[in-house]
């Protein structure tokens, strides 16, 4: 075959070959002296990356465990966090942010996000409380942080803590602070696909306070502050050394790959001033934006499928996170919404487009996608 289509090289949301090609030979190195060293969960690579980490992000302690969900999930144990209590958090998220409360038989109370940013409002958190409340959960969605400032006055006022999903926010900043900065305690996924990925999966809670950190050590290993004795449940949800020490290559990079997805993304933006129908969600002043992924909402008649599926067709694969909010999930159906509760939540899973970006990409491909973006989004 010798149509254009097929000459075209396809653009991905990720290229690991590249950023294997661009770590040389530190990534197989690292494996093999783990698998030399015989320590295989926990050990030196994982504390190593314990220590590192954290202070990337200026928070003190970071305690590893086996992937994102489990840093939610034990994070939300660690800030005391009950059966029955109503934990504020966003309908606009990967299901796990909400899930998590649900898995330790809270409740998850949803408030709507603003329709521009796609984050938690403050506003509409602040309605969302009642006096079973104790816990705000933001989600720092696409590696925009959430409005920490006015979140941290809420619960302080409130009394209650905050628990921020950063699965897709490493390296990114707000008013100068990181995830887990001024939250109770934050959480991260180092899946594959984030923008410090493992081989497989992985995860961190980050806080600054000692007593959340004490209490997560021993969450992760049968709560158990030393061998055989066990003072309270826990699991074994452990970081794995393999996982830490690929993390811990490419760690020293993650600020330079995330300086070239604003560069890129900067390019998005330029591409589509003035484009009634691609609308890029607002950067807030203030903040540092990770990108993991650089969202757009669809507004053409032809609507945001069609428009994914006419990119595909060219060899450009976007991808829709996520085409369901929340509360109409099947498995949220016994938490008490429907459809018309979270406008604006309902209105983003119709709407939006995450282009592909990440650091390997070249800027004629951001070109590329923008041009044919524009061109079918009609
Ligand atoms: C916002 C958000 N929260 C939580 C998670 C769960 O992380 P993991 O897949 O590592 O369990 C993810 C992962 O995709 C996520 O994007």
Request: aromatic share 6%; proline share 5%.
């Amino acid at each position: 075959m010798t149509s254009a289509t097929s000459a075209v090289r396809p653009i991905a949301p990720i290229d690991l070959a590249a950023e294997r090609a661009a770590l040389g030979s530190a990534l197989h190195e690292a494996v093999l002296r783990v698998l030399d060293s015989g320590k295989y969960v926990l050990g030196p690579e994982v504390e190593a990356f314990e220590r590192e980490f954290p202070k990337l992000h200026g928070v003190a302690h970071g305690v590893g465990v086996g992937n994102g969900t489990d840093a939610l999930w034990l994070g939300l144990l660690a800030l005391g966090v009950q059966p029955g209590d109503h934990v504020v958090t966003t309908p606009f998220t990967f299901f796990a942010s909400a899930a998590s409360i649900a898995l330790i038989g809270a409740k998850p109370v949803l408030a709507d996000v603003d329709y521009d940013t796609a984050l938690l409002d403050p506003a509409k958190a602040r309605a969302a409380i009642d006096a079973r409340t104790t816990c705000l959960l933001p989600v720092h969605l696409y590696g925009q942080l959430a409005d920490m400032r006015a979140l941290r006055a809420l619960a302080d006022e409130k009394r209650i803590s905050i628990l921020e999903d950063g699965a897709q926010a490493h390296g990114s900043r707000r008013d100068g602070y990181a995830c887990g900065a001024l939250g109770d305690a934050g959480t991260f996924s180092f899946y594959v696909t984030k923008n410090l990925g493992a081989a497989g999966e992985g995860g961190m809670v980050v806080t600054q306070r000692e007593d959340v950190a004490k209490a997560m050590r021993q969450l992760r290993d049968h709560g158990s502050p030393t061998k055989y004795v066990h003072t309270r449940i826990g699991t074994n949800s452990r970081l794995q050394a393999i996982q830490a020490a690929i993390l811990n290559v490419k760690l020293p990079h993650l600020e330079r790959w995330n300086e070239r997805r604003r560069s890129l993304a900067a390019r998005y933006t330029s591409n589509f001033k003035g484009s009634a129908n691609v609308a890029p969600l607002r950067v807030e002043p203030g903040v540092v934006h990770g990108y993991h992924q650089y969202t757009v909402r669809v507004r053409c008649e032809l609507g945001r499928d069609a428009v994914a599926a006419a990119l595909g067709a060219e060899q450009i694969f976007a991808g829709v996170h996520y085409p369901s909010p929340v509360h109409l999930q099947e498995a949220a159906r016994d938490w008490g919404y429907g459809p018309g509760d979270f406008p604006c939540a309902e209105r983003l899973a119709r709407e939006v487009l995450c282009l592909p970006i990440h650091p390997f990409l070249s800027e004629a491909d951001v070109d590329r996608v923008s041009e044919v973006l524009l061109r079918v989004a009609r």
